[in-house]
């Protein structure tokens, strides 16, 4: 079984940062890409940023120059890092990984953080 467990969410004021962290556990033969997506109340969810193994990163528009993405591929652990928060990150944020095990792969979710920046 594989689990991806988060943490870090939390209420912050705008301007502020939070750190998200995403460790996946289980019998696990290597982990491909791995991202962060949100789900605002009344909106889709959505990606905000991603890391392939390899490090190559991209971000939604929104977030650009504000979050940053990183991996320890050694711990399988992804971070968000969010600094100058805004009202309008606020939503749950869920960790994605694409994770391959000795037969099968696909893709796996945590439980979700909540992220809530007031004004």
């Known amino acids: 079984q594989v689990q991806l467990v988060e943490s870090g969410g939390g209420l912050v004021q705008a301007g502020g940062s939070l750190r998200l962290s995403c460790a996946a556990s289980?019998?696990?033969?290597?982990?491909?890409?791995m991202g962060w997506y949100r789900q605002a109340p009344g909106r889709q969810r959505e990606l905000v940023a991603a890391?392939?193994?390899?490090?190559?990163?991209n971000y939604e528009d929104s977030v650009k120059g504000r979050f940053t993405i990183s991996r320890d591929n050694a711990k399988n652990t992804v971070y968000l890092q969010m600094d100058s928060l805004k009202p309008e990150d606020t939503g749950v944020y869920y960790c994605?990984?694409?994770?391959?095990?000795?037969?099968?792969?696909?893709?796996?979710w945590g439980q979700g953080t909540q992220v809530t920046v007031s004004s």
């Open positions: 994605n990984a694409n994770i391959r095990r000795l037969v099968t792969a696909g893709d796996y």
């Open positions: 890391i392939t193994s390899a490090g190559s990163t």
């Open positions: 289980g019998r696990i033969f290597s982990i491909n890409a």
